[in-house]
């Protein structure tokens, strides 16, 4: 079997390429040869597969981010050598407009995979009036696709409501040889409590307003108002950065990290706040837990489905920065309650493998090639 992948721009950062590498990675344990098609690869060393790179553009509303050139003339003579069986669309953008004329043409199997909730980020950037004309365009997208997944009930059934039909639910993995306990640091923590006897609460992701970041910013400062036994410590970077440290005074950014650095900063904290309400699935939510941190996350979107309210973390009202605030004013008092948690915790996240979530995609492969 051979599996060509689509994606707009490949950033090491974003969720959606970390789920792409991870089920590449599946794919390779299996024996099944792999190709990105994408219009920017931030570092094409991070892939274990060739990437077909095409011509792109900067993407208007957001600099970070490539919109590959519409067409197949960027990858048709690679693509055609490398004789994919399935197409597998990651990102709703022209890229996968190409790879379903592409498609057509070679009457190749393809499916998509919703990562991002696109049309909420239209609110954070004054494009509101645009949410009719996109969800027409994605909805007439996916209802070309064999198959369209979703990494949370929530999610499908969002798309379900807009009109798209052919939805399977495959939620996420974590690597919990990346994340886990092993990896917490006595040393990390005295280098950022200073020597002080204080818990650490921590936010991670990419810097940007649609992750609800204002909420962080207005959350830390009613628990700074209230209280000094804790340190905030945000770790990430985007276009929010400068403001938000504007905002977070006394609070330490790390920037972007990865790799032994981000499972190190997980594992030596002890709360997680995160309070996006876009999300998906919830990335960071699940390293956290996997961590044995203590989520207090958006009562929204794929983040609410990973966490059991009281059980392995909270749920608080979304953009509701008193009601977070209270939520992680409970953590902080109460030590056993913790423990409780980070014990549910771990237990919650052993199911999520990424072998198991690869298993699901490939009974969807080979379904569409018996077809």
């Known amino acids: ?33 792999s190709v990105i098609v994408t219009g920017w690869a931030e570092d094409e060393s ?25 067409g197949m003339r960027g990858f048709k003579k690679q693509l055609d050598e490398f004789k994919p069986d399935i197409l597998h669309v990651h990102s709703p953008d022209t890229s996968a407009w190409a790879a379903l004329k592409y498609s057509k043409k ?11 909730d696109f049309v909420s980020y239209l609110t954070y950037y ?32 969002e798309l379900s409501s807009r009109g798209v039909s052919n939805i399977k639910t495959i939620p996420w993995g974590v690597d919990i040889t990346k994340f886990n306990s092993s990896f917490r640091s006595l040393e990390w923590r005295q280098q950022i409590l200073q020597g002080d006897n204080k818990m650490i609460l921590l936010c991670v992701g990419r810097l940007t307003w649609e992750k609800n970041l204002r909420i962080v910013a207005t959350t830390y400062n009613l628990l700074r108002e209230r209280r000094s036994d804790f340190v905030m410590v945000v770790a990430g970077d985007g ?25 190190t900063t997980y594992a030596s904290s002890d709360i997680l706040l995160f309070p996006s309400s876009t999300e998906t699935f919830g990335n960071v939510t699940i390293e956290a837990i996997a961590s044995r941190l203590v989520p207090v996350v958006a009562d929204a ?38 423990k409780q948690m980070q014990e549910s915790g771990w237990k919650f ?15 969807i492969y080979q379904k569409l090639l018996i077809k």
């Open 46 to 70: 991070i892939s274990p597969v060739p990437i077909i790179q095409v011509p792109a553009i900067i993407f208007p509303f957001y600099k970070e981010y490539r919109l590959p050139l519409p």
């Open 106 to 116: 070679r009457q190749i199997p393809i499916i998509a995979t919703y990562h991002t």
């Open 1 to 33: 079997m051979k599996i060509a992948y689509f994606i707009g721009t490949l950033k090491k950062e974003d969720g959606a390429t970390r789920v792409l590498l991870a089920l590449i990675c599946e794919a390779q344990k299996k024996g099944i040869e």
């Open 239 to 263: 276009p929010a950065r400068q403001e938000l440290e504007a905002l977070m005074p006394g609070a330490t950014f790390l920037g972007h990290i990865e790799g032994v650095e981000l499972s």
């Open 349 to 363: 996240v052993e199911n999520f493998t990424w072998e198991k979530v690869f298993g699901s995609f490939l009974q």
């Open 301 to 338: 979107g794929g983040s609410k489905s990973l966490v059991r309210y009281g059980e392995n973390g909270f749920l608080a009202r979304p953009n509701d920065s008193e009601d977070f605030y209270k939520k992680v004013e409970l953590l902080l008092d109460d030590q056993m309650l913790r």
């Open 126 to 157: 004054h494009l509101s009036y645009l949410r009719s004309a996109v969800w027409f365009l994605l909805r007439r997208l996916y209802t070309r696709m064999s198959f369209v997944t979703t990494p949370s009930q929530i999610v499908s059934d």
